[in-house]
């Protein structure tokens, strides 16, 4: 009896131990990609700690039974160093949103009227707060939720995302991101907007109508809580410029701002695009209406919309696209590529997290990163060296990790 349980517990334990193993993300490749590069990569590999380097690349792969599985690469992943993840966390926003609209439906079969297109009226009820009732860049004038959702993931619009924080409700957003194991991040303000404080947690009440007829009304909300993380590398350089334009000679402190870890930002990315792969219980409540909005979207260049429409000198089609293209104007596009991806850029930091798919080479995988340049070591000028340093860092990493997944491919053919 004894022997059988001892051979029963070391069975289960070297289960646990391959799958462990199975899981483990190597650190090797990605740098040896890089150093077969050095007129690319020289300068970040030599200061990886100066340009906060984090990259996570993640294959995805298919067993005989169409069963998919993830292997992981980093290179200097640390999700407890700290790095502003600026627009990122609208990707969370936006899926959070939408979340919310099918479960107050579930919940509430009054509301069954209330979808994403329903025309969204928000007010105000707290020092600062302002109210939205048209948006001119719908094809209706009107405000919504999926409207805001377009123009977040197609220009990343900061109004948009303030909207849906606003709906959402700090609370909610901190609970989710708690709810689908995102548990180095936190989401704690509007942004673009100096919201920080004690305004940061108040939201303003929210109506929702079809046609004339209301169908959701939210109060005005308060989140007392705060949602502290254990994070290194939290306060930066040598200076700032303050709210009245004058320079302060001491590092600048981004301890009480929003974070997204890079493995936070793909596991996110992964349950979006791949729902399939997770159980029922850890996937999100989205409908395939929601998913198709998302993925529309989050793939579409600036330059295909007309509701919103941009100008193509101030958003080119690669405004977006960070990673494989650089933001570059004039860049050959792939017509072979999509990437789905949600970037950021602030305080010298660009960061993307993207889903790269090229259905005619089968090749597909997940690439999320960041880099930072600041050579003056002072935040808030404006004078970040993104177009000499961040922006062909990522434009390089992408093209790379892709032509690396097309040699994949081949041989596996």
Request: proline letters at 4%.
């Amino acid at each position: 009896m004894k022997k059988t349980a001892f051979s029963i517990t070391f069975s289960i334990l070297l289960l646990i131990s391959l799958n462990t193993m199975a899981q483990k993300t190597d650190t090797l490749l990605i740098e040896q990609l890089m150093r077969q590069h050095p007129d690319l990569f020289n300068g970040v590999l030599n200061h990886p700690q100066k340009n906060q380097v984090q990259i996570l690349y993640t294959q995805v792969n298919r067993n005989a039974r169409k069963q998919i599985s993830f292997k992981s690469f980093s290179y200097n992943l640390d999700d407890h160093r700290y790095f502003y993840p600026a627009s990122t966390v609208k990707l969370a926003a936006v899926i959070f949103a939408l979340e919310k609209i099918n479960e107050i439906g579930a919940n509430d079969l009054k509301v069954k009227k209330f979808t994403a297109e329903s025309t969204m009226i928000t007010d105000s009820a707290y020092t600062k707060q302002t109210k939205v009732n048209t948006d001119t860049s719908a094809k209706n004038g009107l405000p919504s939720i999926a409207h805001y959702v377009k123009k977040i993931l197609l220009t990343s619009d900061n109004d948009a995302f303030n909207r849906l924080f606003e709906f959402i409700g700090r609370a909610e957003i901190n609970q989710k991101l708690k709810k689908y194991g995102l548990n180095d991040s936190r989401i704690l303000n509007r942004l673009a907007i100096g919201d920080a404080g004690e305004s940061s947690k108040h939201t303003n009440p929210v109506r929702f109508y079809d046609g004339q007829k209301l169908v959701y009304s939210q109060p005005a909300q308060y989140d007392p809580k705060e949602y502290p993380l254990t994070l290194t590398n939290t306060v930066m350089g040598v200076g700032y410029i303050d709210s009245a334009e004058k320079l302060v000679n001491k590092p600048f402190s981004l301890v009480n701002k929003n974070a997204f870890s890079i493995s936070d930002q793909q596991a996110l990315m992964k349950r979006l695009i791949y729902p399939q792969a997770f159980s029922e219980n850890e996937r999100f409540n989205l409908t395939p209406e929601d998913y198709k909005l998302i993925y529309t979207y989050m793939s579409k260049l600036p330059t295909e919309s007309d509701y919103p429409a941009y100008d193509p000198k101030e958003f080119w089609p690669t405004y977006a696209k960070m990673l494989y293209y650089g933001r570059e104007k004039g860049a050959t596009i792939n017509p072979d590529l999509k990437i789905y991806n949600k970037y950021g850029d602030s305080y010298g930091f660009i960061i993307d997290n993207a889903y790269f798919k090229d259905s005619k080479n089968k090749v597909e995988f997940f690439l999320t990163a960041v880099v930072q340049s600041n050579e003056d070591g002072i935040y808030n000028d404006n004078k970040y060296d993104y177009d000499q340093v961040c922006f062909p860092f990522m434009k390089n990493i992408g093209q790379v990790i892709f032509d690396y997944e097309l040699q994949r491919k081949a041989k596996k053919k």
